[in-house]
């Protein structure tokens, strides 16, 4: 697949079918999150996976978008692991290193032949209890991975992009 059609064509998928993802297409999916650049290579991230029928029964408490995958991801990081900027601000960069990693992993389920949403909408209390997340794991969001239902199709506002001038400057933002 051209790289450039990963970015084109992939789009969150909101409904899947009823058939499994193989272990190969789970394994290259994590493969590719282990690969993510991460600040100072400390790989804070930490990946749950979620496939089992009870592992799924937790999960649906715990979101209304799980849009009945068979996979799902939950992806954290360590509070522990994280890089700290040791410039200015002192900024960790545990939230951005497992965006990168999910980002990552995102594009790898697209280039398999499957789809994904990042989900934000969960409850962390019932996440940390159901499936034991320590309290220094952060909880960074959610990935239902499968076949994309044959009626699956992108969003209304997928294909609503800003003209590249309202995103990006040269130099210096307008004044």
């Known amino acids: 697949m051209d790289y450039e059609d990963v970015f084109k ?8 079918k009823d058939q ?28 749950l996976v979620v496939n089992s029928e009870e592992g799924i029964a937790k999960m649906q ?21 994280e890089h700290h900027n040791h410039y200015g601000d002192q900024r960790p ?8 990693v999910l980002t990552h992993m995102m594009l790898e389920v697209y280039n398999l032949g499957l789809g994904s ?4 909408l969960f409850n ?17 969001g ?4 499968g076949y994309p239902a044959d009626d ?8 609503e992009k800003y003209p590249i001038e309202h995103t990006v400057f040269y130099d210096t933002y307008k004044c």
């Not at 994590?30 to 991460?38: D, F, I, W, Y």
Request: glycine share 6%.
């Open 9 to 16: 064509k992939r789009y969150s998928v909101r409904k899947y």
């Open 20 to 47: 499994p993802v193989e272990v190969e297409k789970l394994n290259k999916i994590l493969e590719a999150g282990r690969l993510a650049p991460t600040a100072g290579n400390h790989q804070p991230q930490r990946i």
């Open 61 to 81: 408490v715990c979101t209304p978008c799980h849009f009945n995958a068979k996979l799902l991801f939950l992806v954290c990081y360590d509070k522990q692991a």
């Open 93 to 100: 960069y545990g939230e951005v290193d497992a965006s990168i």
């Open 117 to 120: 949403v990042w989900v934000g």
């Open 124 to 140: 962390p209390e019932l996440l940390r209890e159901n499936f034991c997340i320590p309290d220094h794991y952060e909880i960074l």
């Open 142 to 145: 959610i990935m239902p991975v």
């Open 152 to 159: 699956a199709k992108p969003g209304k506002m997928h294909y």
